[in-house]
């Protein structure tokens, strides 16, 4: 399969990095097409804990990485995890594409999204807060700097003063913190330029290049299918599309390049930040679940909301991404719970019952999860071939709900812990 998209099937943290570090394995080039450093991918390896935020997972296993022009970029998160994972492990430069297309996060949006944040206090997003939704903003209002604009001193600078102009006033005079200082700002990101340089390249051309020389190519997105912001929880999303559609807009390929879709999905389900969430589990559960799955932020160490799997909401996701396989993530953790409660069903405030995702926000806040209550399998997994038999029910019905095949099963955290079905 040429052309593989990777796509969170629910609010992100699904452990997609697991899925693509295991899928890269095969790969030629792996590619990242949205978000910023808000996302974050852990790989453990032999022990090694990786952590990356901007840079596709493939670059654990030295295969060439891209960033695609859907993607927002901040300099100095990306310049250290080059340090990091390409230059401090030997990789050559070749190894990391950057689209001199993807827009940059300035200070002032990280200012603008902590400000904002707190401003809204109670109504508040829940967002990372490292001004991916700022400068998402930006580029829509045509405000925005991208990356090949550090290649041009007079043009940043210029760049810089007319955003500036714009974005002290509502600093200082909206939220009341300090304005950005233009000449200390022009030649930092002056400095980021000669670093970032020798990685700048044609990333759409490259990756058509790529699939016309039948080479392999994923496709990688951050963040998961209810976080997007068109299709999402909306308010409570990130700023970008994260559904595979945005793989060929935020790299810049056609849909009909695209051969495989998998869906990446938690055996139950984790949100960080606000918003409805209706099958989070109430009670100790739900500390139990977090502590066992060791939910909590890769980016912001903040807890995760934990609960049972939600099959009305992944139904949806398989619909939006046109997920062609499913990989099920961390089932090891439902090992230590003696009934698994399933979501098959959302019944909504007039008393009907549907199983597909509501379209109106104020359904799905008001949704009430119909459960369907599963065996656990009162053992741990053995990592080995097979699945206990209740551990493999589960999955077969989640298979037949969703009538898509669940190809992989993640069984713990490191790299070989995953199962490979059919
Ligand atoms: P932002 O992307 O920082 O603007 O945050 C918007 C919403 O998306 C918040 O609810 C975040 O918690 C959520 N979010 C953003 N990135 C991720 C992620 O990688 N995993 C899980 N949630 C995320």
Same mark, same amino acid.
């Given at each position: 399969?040429?052309?593989?998209?990777?796509?969170?099937?629910?609010?992100?943290?699904?452990?997609?990095?697991?899925?693509?570090?295991?899928?890269?394995?095969?790969?030629?080039?792996?590619?990242?097409?949205?978000?910023?450093?808000?996302?974050? @991918?852990? #790989?453990?390896?032999?022990?090694?804990?990786?952590?990356?935020?901007?840079?596709?997972?493939?670059?654990?296993?030295?295969?060439?990485?891209?960033?695609?022009?859907?993607?927002?970029?901040?300099?100095?998160?990306?310049?250290?995890?080059?340090?990091?994972?390409?230059?401090?492990?030997?990789?050559?430069?070749?190894?990391?594409?950057?689209?001199?297309?993807?827009?940059? #996060?300035?200070?002032? @949006?990280?200012?603008?999204?902590?400000?904002?944040?707190?401003?809204?206090?109670?109504?508040?997003?829940?967002?990372?807060?490292?001004?991916?939704?700022?400068?998402?903003?930006?580029?829509?209002?045509?405000?925005?700097?991208?990356?090949?604009?550090?290649?041009?001193?007079?043009?940043?600078?210029?760049?810089?003063?007319?955003?500036?102009?714009?974005?002290?006033?509502?600093?200082?005079?909206?939220?009341?913190?300090?304005?950005?200082?233009?000449?200390?700002?022009?030649?930092?990101?002056?400095?980021?330029?000669?670093?970032?340089?020798?990685?700048?390249?044609?990333?759409?051309?490259?990756?058509?290049?790529?699939?016309?020389?039948?080479?392999?190519?994923?496709?990688?997105?951050?963040?998961?299918?209810?976080?997007?912001?068109?299709?999402?929880?909306?308010?409570?999303?990130?700023?970008?599309?994260?559904?595979?559609?945005?793989?060929?807009?935020?790299?810049?390929?056609?849909?009909?390049?695209?051969?495989?879709?998998?869906?990446?999905?938690?055996?139950?389900?984790?949100?960080?930040?606000?918003?409805?969430?209706?099958?989070?589990?109430?009670?100790?559960?739900?500390?139990?679940?977090?502590?066992?799955?060791?939910?909590?932020?890769?980016?912001?160490?903040?807890?995760?909301?934990?609960?049972?799997?939600?099959?009305?909401?992944?139904?949806?996701?398989?619909?939006?991404?046109?997920?062609?396989?499913?990989?099920?993530?961390?089932?090891?953790?439902?090992?230590?719970?003696?009934?698994?409660?399933?979501? #098959?069903?959302?019944?909504?405030?007039?008393?009907?019952?549907?199983?597909?995702?509501?379209?109106?926000?104020?359904?799905? @806040?008001?949704?009430?999860?119909?459960?369907?209550?599963?065996?656990?399998?009162?053992?741990?997994?053995?990592?080995?071939?097979?699945?206990?038999?209740?551990?493999?029910?589960?999955?077969?019905?989640?298979? @037949?709900?969703?009538?898509?095949?669940?190809?992989?099963?993640?069984?713990?955290?490191?790299?070989?812990?995953?199962?490979?079905?059919?």
């Amino acid at each position: 399969m040429p052309a593989t998209v990777i796509v969170g099937a629910q609010w992100g943290d699904e452990g997609k990095g697991k899925i693509v570090d295991l899928l890269a394995r095969d790969s030629d080039l792996v590619c990242r097409y949205n978000g910023g450093p808000n996302a974050g @991918h852990t #790989i453990v390896v032999d022990g090694e804990t990786y952590k990356l935020r901007q840079i596709p997972s493939g670059i654990v296993w030295g295969k060439e990485c891209l960033i695609g022009a859907g993607c927002v970029v901040d300099p100095a998160v990306l310049i250290d995890e080059i340090d990091e994972y390409v230059t401090g492990r030997g990789l050559p430069e070749d190894c990391l594409h950057l689209s001199g297309n993807a827009h940059m #996060i300035m200070p002032w @949006h990280l200012l603008l999204d902590q400000a904002s944040e707190r401003r809204l206090g109670k109504l508040q997003i829940g967002t990372t807060r490292r001004g991916n939704g700022p400068a998402y903003a930006d580029k829509a209002h045509r405000l925005g700097i991208r990356l090949q604009d550090i290649f041009d001193p007079k043009i940043l600078r210029q760049k810089i003063e007319t955003a500036l102009a714009e974005k002290n006033l509502w600093l200082e005079r909206i939220y009341g913190v300090e304005p950005v200082e233009l000449e200390e700002l022009a030649a930092r990101y002056e400095s980021y330029a000669q670093r970032l340089r020798p990685y700048l390249a044609d990333t759409s051309l490259l990756v058509d290049r790529a699939l016309r020389d039948g080479r392999r190519v994923l496709l990688e997105g951050g963040h998961g299918t209810l976080l997007d912001i068109d299709n999402g929880t909306y308010p409570f999303v990130t700023s970008s599309s994260t559904i595979a559609g945005g793989a060929c807009t935020g790299i810049g390929i056609g849909p009909t390049r695209i051969d495989a879709v998998v869906g990446v999905a938690k055996a139950y389900v984790t949100r960080v930040g606000e918003g409805p969430f209706p099958t989070e589990i109430d009670g100790s559960d739900q500390a139990r679940m977090r502590d066992l799955g060791g939910e909590f932020g890769t980016v912001t160490g903040r807890e995760r909301r934990c609960g049972w799997l939600d099959l009305v909401a992944l139904r949806y996701a398989v619909r939006l991404n046109g997920i062609t396989s499913i990989a099920l993530t961390k089932l090891d953790v439902l090992s230590f719970f003696d009934r698994l409660p399933v979501c #098959i069903a959302y019944e909504l405030r007039d008393g009907t019952r549907t199983d597909e995702f509501p379209e109106h926000q104020s359904d799905f @806040h008001a949704a009430r999860p119909v459960y369907e209550t599963l065996e656990g399998w009162g053992a741990e997994l053995d990592g080995g071939d097979d699945l206990p038999a209740a551990a493999r029910r589960y999955v077969e019905f989640v298979e @037949h709900q969703l009538g898509v095949e669940v190809s992989w099963v993640g069984t713990g955290a490191e790299r070989e812990q995953v199962l490979v079905r059919g």
